[in-house]
């Protein structure tokens, strides 16, 4: 099996940067490692990348919040392989220059599930994991991850530990009510879905998205008032386009974990 990671992008400043004899070096803010797994009932292979990062720097969930860099796994370069499928871990929200992110800090396990295209043939990975970490600035961080499958091997307690880490349903926790409105803007429509829910922590953002979409979208600031909370999501549509309403799915992320729910009614 072999195993590296590399950088080759050093840095692109999102926010101001501090001079260049006291930015932080790469090696001093992330360590990532793959973690080589085993084989599935499936036959799929469960891999997962470990990722550690140094103080108060976090990396991006599937969908990095109000703004970030949204991760970009590509994997062209591998061997027998049918698909590529990274089970994310529930994720926290976090506040990095007055906006909502979306990620993990210290420690997280991104697990991989890799799928051949021959089971009977060694499966080799070989991909790009285009990712941001963040603190006063962002970094993107382009990691060469490989792998080499050739037996089935054990069962990884902390792989199988994220695993079970998954959002939670909103109705699971309160949800009473869930309503969608559209409107234009000048330069979309904007999808708006309100939620009668109890607060799921002290700082919460309402992420909306059309899930399974090729519409592009873009996360734009919720609101809570009382038991209702609303989410919005800019949505940059083609003509013809039309807005799936059991599409939607609405993410409340907090300190506490996320809460989801799919579509524009309870019954969805």
């Not at 559209?182 to 700082?203: F, W, Y």
Request: with cysteine.
């Amino acid at each position: 099996m072999k195993i590296f990671c590399s950088v080759l992008a050093l840095c692109a400043a999102l926010l101001p940067v501090a001079a260049p004899a006291q930015s932080p070096r790469l090696g001093e803010i992330i360590d990532a490692r793959m973690r080589p797994g085993w084989q599935t009932e499936r036959g799929t292979h469960m891999a997962a990348l470990h990722i550690r990062l140094a103080g108060d720097w976090m990396t991006y969930w599937r969908h990095p919040g109000e703004s970030g860099i949204a991760p970009q796994l590509n994997v062209a370069g591998s061997r027998n392989l049918a698909n590529a499928r990274i089970h994310w871990p529930e994720p926290r929200l976090y506040f990095k220059a007055g906006q909502a992110s979306i990620g993990y800090m210290r420690d997280v396990i991104l697990p991989i599930e890799l799928t051949p295209e021959d089971p009977g043939l060694p499966l080799e990975l070989d991909a790009r994991l285009l990712i941001g970490v963040c603190d006063d600035i962002c970094i993107p961080v382009d990691l060469a991850l490989t792998l080499n499958v050739h037996d089935t091997g054990r069962p990884d307690g902390m792989i199988a530990t994220a695993l079970t880490r998954k959002p939670r349903l909103a109705r699971q926790t309160g949800l009473q009510t869930v309503s969608c409105t559209v409107t234009p803007e000048d330069r979309g429509m904007r999808l708006s879905v309100s939620m009668t829910l109890p607060p799921q922590g002290q700082e919460e953002f309402a992420l909306v998205e059309m899930a399974g979409s090729a519409v592009s979208s873009r996360a734009m600031p919720s609101q809570r008032m009382g038991d209702t909370i609303t989410g919005h999501s800019l949505l940059r549509l083609n003509p013809g386009d039309a807005i799936d309403r059991s599409a939607v799915r609405t993410s409340i992320i907090s300190e506490n974990g996320v809460v989801q729910h799919q579509g524009c009614a309870l019954s969805d």
